[in-house]
């Protein structure tokens, strides 16, 4: 089955296969929330990004391959309501921007904007992204045989950046670190993959861009 991107609460995972690595893609219950596992052909070593929910279905996703690391892309508790079960079961590191790993019920180490998470022999970039929370971080994984592969936690979403609940500067800082960090750096081909829902690429949401200035949110 070619790859979606489209996974729905209870249903089937959907797997990318890439030069390198292979992403899979699962949503889980109750908030329709996006799991992402990222193997590494050469090596087999496995992060996790988001351990939001149902840690049973994330442990059969596993498998027998075991967990590195679990990356969280921000503080919000439907990113994390399975993160101590899925690190208590594979003894996975996890990893979360210092910003937001105060809120976070276990976290091991921190990252900060420019860093790089190791997936055996791939390499994730972490971006910063302030004003969904303080801490919130998307990761980039740039395939040497392909386009950039983008995951954006709830930061960027297709159709807008994330909720700033009608806050005005932290919305302008969303905004702006989305659009300076992200679309002025990495080409429309960019796929990228949310905290909920479809995935889209940067050139379809790029002429939005100044729609979702005067808009506001």
Known sequence: MSYTGNVTPGGPPQVRELADLVITKLSVGPMDNNVYLLRCKETGDQILIDAAAEPDRILDLIGH???????????????????????????????????????????????????????????????????????????????????PHLFTGDSLFPGGVGNTRGNPADFASLINDVERKLFDRLPDETWFYPGHGRDSTLGAERPSLPDWRARGW
């Open 65 to 147: 391959g075991g967990l590195s690391t679990v990356v969280t892309t921000h503080r919000h508790r439907d990113h994390w309501g399975a993160l101590a079960d899925v690190v208590t079961e594979t003894g996975a590191m996890s990893v979360a921007h210092a910003a937001d790993a105060g809120e976070l019920p276990v976290v091991h180490a921190t990252v900060a904007d420019g860093d790089h998470i190791e997936v055996g022999d791939c390499q994730l970039e972490v971006i910063h992204l302030v004003g969904h929370t303080p801490g919130s971080i998307a990761l980039l994984y740039r395939d040497p045989t392909g386009f």
